[in-house]
């Protein structure tokens, strides 16, 4: 069974820092491409950050860009989110996901690319 478990979450106030974990089971991970998504109060769910199957190339939204370091441990299979310089428009519920098809790059962030599991984890940004 597949299974991706974001979690890490927690409520910090702006300018500071949180690191997401994101552990998988249940298929090849150093296969897929993953990816974090999120998805604030109102608002549909929008890519973030994403990381290729071996961890060599990442993308990053331009609304995190500088702030956010994507990176992966496939002996770990986990991948993480180091979020720095929070602001509280980060406030969101977090969520990874895999590529469906193994070993395709990072190169789009539309939703119906990727799978989905689990319920995400919430970071809230004080201001």
């Known amino acids: 069974e597949v299974q991706l478990q974001a979690y890490g979450g927690g409520l910090v106030q702006a300018g500071g820092s949180l690191r997401l974990s994101c552990a998988a089971s249940?298929?090849?991970?150093?296969?897929?491409?993953i990816a974090w998504f999120r998805q604030g109060p109102g608002k549909e769910r929008e890519g973030v950050s994403c990381?290729?199957?071996?961890?060599?190339?990442?993308t990053y939204a331009d609304s995190v860009k500088g702030r956010f370091t994507i990176a992966r441990d496939n002996a770990k299979k986990t991948v993480y989110l180091q979020m720095n310089s929070l602001k509280p428009e980060d406030t969101a519920v977090y969520y990874c996901?895999?590529?469906?098809?193994?070993?395709?790059?990072?190169?789009?962030?539309?939703?119906?690319?990727?799978?989905?599991w689990g319920h995400g984890t919430l970071v809230t940004v004080s201001s």
């Open positions: 249940g298929f090849t991970f150093d296969d897929y491409a």
């Open positions: 990381i290729s199957s071996r961890g060599g190339s990442s």
């Open positions: 996901a895999k590529r469906r098809v193994p070993r395709l790059a990072c190169n789009s962030y539309h939703v119906s690319f990727y799978q989905f």
